[in-house]
T-cell receptor, first 115, second 115 residues
Framework: AQTVTQSQPEMSVQEAETVTLSCTYDTSESDYYLFWYKQPPSRQMILVIRQEAYKQQNATENRFSVNFQKAAKSFSLKISDSQLGDAAMYFCAYRGVNTGNQFYFGTGTSLTVIP | DTGVSQNPRHKITKRGQNVTFRCDPISEHNRLYWYRQTLGQGPEFLTYFQNEAQLEKSRLLSDRFSAERPKGSFSTLEIQRTEQGDSAMYLC?????????????FGSGTRLTVV
């Protein structure tokens, strides 16, 4: 079964600094997709960034980028120039080609941004 | 279109009562998903619809749970004879029939408290 592990329950970062959130996953599939979702206190989950496993190039979306290490099954999220609005729960998620009808989520990392 | 809408936002019910939640997906999305999120955990898959057909159900979806999506539009999730362990956030999400790279659009969820 696919599992997603986020080993950092809580993280904090000073405003304007950079923070990296960790995520590892376990799968026997060779083709899959990885995502980071943000869940602010209002509780609606928002897609932050996504990565296709067959692409070696790391995805980037403005201040958000990932470090995807397929062999290590690692998918970390880097937030640069952190802003107060970045404070939220961040969930790493996996979606396999053969199990594509559902996402597998990690337990989340709560990010605090310190002014 | 204002996104995925879920009602009610909050529901408090007594143990043993039945409850029903509603989800209105984005109108052009033919895929609809229900997830359950308990405190400190990531969302867990419950069930998936493509149009009006319920194509997949998790083992988490006990016999007390039933979901429908008549006419492939809105969906309802009913829990019969609620138990305290049913207390959770119930999330609905929708997506178009595109590649797996396309993430979900989530609703804000319905928070159920069983007392």
């Amino acid at each position: 079964a696919q599992t997603v592990t986020q080993s950092q329950p809580e993280m904090s970062v000073q405003e304007a600094e950079t923070v990296t959130l960790s995520c590892t996953y376990d799968t026997s599939e060779s083709d899959y997709y990885l995502f980071w979702y943000k869940q602010p206190p209002s509780r609606q989950m928002i897609l932050v960034i996504r990565q296709e496993a067959y692409k070696q190039q790391n995805a980037t979306e403005n201040r958000f980028s990932v470090n995807f290490q397929k062999a290590a099954k690692s998918f970390s999220l880097k937030i640069s120039d952190s802003q107060l609005g970045d404070a939220a729960m961040y969930f790493c998620a996996y979606r396999g080609v053969n199990t594509g009808n559902q996402f597998y989520f990690g337990t989340g990392t709560s990010l605090t941004v310190i002014p | 279109d204002t996104g995925v809408s879920q009602n009610p936002r909050h529901k408090i019910t007594k143990r043993g009562q039945n409850v029903t939640f509603r989800c209105d997906p984005i109108s052009e999305h033919n895929r609809l998903y229900w997830y359950r999120q308990t405190l400190g955990q990531g969302p867990e898959f419950l069930t998936y619809f493509q149009n009006e057909a319920q194509l997949e159900k998790s083992r988490l979806l006990s016999d007390r749970f039933s979901a429908e999506r008549p006419k492939g539009s809105f969906s309802t999730l009913e829990i019969q004879r609620t138990e305290q362990g049913d207390s959770a956030m119930y999330l609905c999400a929708s997506s178009p029939q595109m590649g797996l790279l396309y993430g979900y659009t989530f609703g804000s969820g319905t928070r159920l408290t069983v007392v």
